[in-house]
């Protein structure tokens, strides 16, 4: 009877190995099949993907000129932190309540030079903006640069999250500015 039991635990052994083995090759097989499906879906092309940048940018130029709150709400993140130009901190409630209020009135804004880089789901868009308008203030037309950050949010969507202007000074305005000791 050892000799049956001895026999029937090697046969068992072994099927049990083959059978560990055969699990470990379907498993790899199954693996190696779905990245090669994946590898053949088509992705977003990083042009793509820039492109819709560029869109997203015209939207939010067409809803400043066009005082649209419906359209630029949609493009702000609800944590939307901006630097205007005169180094304000503006909210997504503030920047919306300072359209419905007409407190800024652009009439032309062309966006020139316009940039994009990408980190993961971040993309950081530098440009300049030739801007004719008003504020309660006065007259706030002139030549800007400009930072937005746009972000994925979770469905996917691009989202403004962070922007922030400067003035650019014409020819001949520059001040030297302190910058510290040299080297630093």
Do not use: C
């Not at 470990?24 to 990245?35: G, K, N, P, T, Y």
């Not at 407190?103 to 789901?121: A, E, M, P, T």
């Amino acid at each position: 009877m050892s000799g049956k039991v001895s026999i029937l635990s090697t046969y068992v052994s072994t099927n049990r190995k083959s059978a560990i083995a055969r699990i470990l090759l379907i498993v790899f097989l199954a693996s190696f099949s779905a990245i090669q499906l994946q590898a053949g879906q088509p992705k977003h092309k990083k042009h793509d993907v820039r492109h819709e940048i560029f869109e997203l940018e015209d939207a939010w130029r067409n809803a400043v000129l066009k005082s649209d709150i419906n359209a630029l709400s949609a493009l702000l993140a609800d944590d939307y932190m901006a630097i205007t130009a005169s180094g304000m901190l503006q909210t997504k409630t503030e920047a919306l309540a300072n359209m419905r209020a007409h407190r800024v009135h652009v009439v032309n804004l062309v966006l020139l030079d316009r940039k994009v880089r990408f980190y993961g789901g971040t993309a950081l868009v530098t440009s300049q903006a030739e801007v004719e308008g008003t504020t309660n203030e006065g007259d706030i037309s002139g030549s800007f640069r400009y930072t937005r950050v746009y972000v994925r949010d979770a469905q996917g969507r691009w989202k403004i999250v962070s922007f922030e202007s400067s003035r650019i000074r014409p020819g001949g305005d520059h001040k030297k500015q302190d910058t510290g000791p040299p080297g630093q």
